[in-house]
């Protein structure tokens, strides 16, 4: 296993420490609001986080690798905060029956405490157009699920599913709204909040191109960016001057009226609104982009929508590198828990890998760090600064400070 004591080292494995970044009064409120610990003696909620975080941080592919992974040491146990390793039959028992509400709750009050300092460390490119507006990254990602053993998963004939509708916030570069229904619920329906308070910039692709939601955000003066669908009829009101030689990629900027019956029917053929069609020279393929914002420059409303890639990443990063595929229990509780649990993790690593790294590193090589020297008794600091790729030379043992503690597994 290789845990060790050095000079660098602390008291608590790199597990603990992040399981410490929740804060502790934080996490009784949760269980005291879903009373998820009356009655229970042994496997108690903050139990069952420790060990979906050990799964998540240590990509298990089962609660046998779970219990037998945290079962390697008593000190190891000890140092965890619990008082003895799970059992697989009580993990199982406990992401069936724990209400899943409580792994939610635990997220966004996380996100909440951690607000101010998310948003002061992120690294995103700001469009000086819309710098200090509130900007939503609205979409939504589909997990494959085994009908046969998912059935409440229905998808289509033989294919289960469920979809993580999700809404970013461009300022926190992290989800601040995730919910989780079956894959056939279309993307309009997914999240129940997609009008905003006034001001609020909210960006999305075509599925959620409907004109009824359109009118509403424009009652609500909201702005949203949103791609056009390809058979939807307008008229041109105004073609806008493109400046030449600059920003070849903008093809066409013009003012338009939507003059579609369902579009005259709803009433938002009386509001004139934009359309900016740009070529994606990787894709080889023009897309129009369409807006309630008239005065913006072209290149803002261009930028914005490639802004939807940040959202993509999300997603990418979260099934490569937690466990959100492979699910350690069948039912919607156990799916749902464990979801929720791989977001509070993200939250996590995306808290260290701002304000503890000093270097510049993907969350894919952090996350890789951390599972590598997750039993290890080293420093975060240590971890995420001087642990790195290379060849490390042994220094000749009289240059050498190194104590190793005799019998560490024993109990």
Not at 81 to 95: E, H, I, K, V, Y
Not at 236 to 261: G, R, Y
Not at 276 to 300: F, G, M, P, R, S
Request: hydrophobic fraction near 40%.
């Amino acid at each position: 296993m290789g845990l060790f004591r050095r000079n660098k080292n602390t008291n608590k494995p790199i597990i603990r420490q992040i399981l410490d970044l929740v804060p502790p009064w934080l996490f009784k409120s949760c269980t005291n609001t879903y009373k998820t610990d009356k009655g229970v003696s042994k496997y108690r909620t903050y139990d069952q986080f420790v060990a979906l975080t050990f799964g998540q941080l240590n990509k298990c592919q089962g609660l046998s690798d779970i219990s037998s992974d945290i079962g390697v040491s008593e000190i190891f146990i000890q140092d965890l905060g619990l008082s003895q390793s799970p059992a697989r039959s009580t993990m199982s028992d406990g992401n069936k029956n724990r209400d899943w509400h409580v792994f939610e709750s635990l997220y966004y009050r996380l996100l909440s405490h951690y607000k101010s300092v998310l948003k002061q460390h992120h690294n995103t490119h700001i469009i000086k157009e819309i710098k200090g507006k509130v900007v939503k990254l609205v979409d939504s990602s589909t997990i494959s699920l085994c009908l046969s053993m998912f059935d409440w998963a229905e998808f289509r004939t033989a294919k289960g599913g469920i979809k993580l509708h999700t809404s970013w916030d461009y300022n926190l570069m992290i989800p601040d709204v995730v919910n989780i229904t079956g894959a056939k619920v279309h993307d309009r329906y997914g999240l129940e909040q997609l009008i905003y308070p006034k001001d609020t910039i909210v960006v999305e692709d075509r599925a959620y191109f409907d004109f009824a939601l359109m009118l509403n955000r424009i009652k609500a003066e909201n702005v949203f960016v949103t791609r056009i669908k390809t058979n939807t009829l307008y008229k041109t009101v105004e073609e806008l001057e493109l400046p030449e030689n600059i920003d070849q990629n903008i093809l066409k900027d013009e003012i338009i009226q939507l003059t579609s019956a369902k579009a005259i029917e709803t009433g938002i053929s009386e509001h004139k609104l934009r359309l900016v069609h740009v070529y994606k020279e990787d894709e080889n393929k023009v897309i129009a982009v369409i807006t309630n914002q008239l005065d913006w420059e072209y290149n803002t409303i261009a930028e914005l929508y490639k802004k939807r890639w940040d959202i993509e990443l999300f997603f990418k990063a979260l099934k490569q590198n937690l466990q959100v595929k492979t699910f350690w229990g069948t039912s919607e509780n156990a799916v749902k828990s464990q979801i929720f649990v791989a977001l509070i993790n993200y939250l996590l690593l995306e808290l260290i890998k701002r304000t503890i790294s000093k270097i510049s590193v993907a969350f894919s090589n952090l996350s890789e760090k951390i599972r590598f020297c997750l039993y290890h008794y080293l420093s975060l600091d240590y971890v995420c600064n001087q642990v790195r790729e290379g060849v490390r030379k042994v220094k000749p043992p009289n240059q050498m400070k190194m104590t190793f503690e005799q019998n560490l597994f024993s109990g």
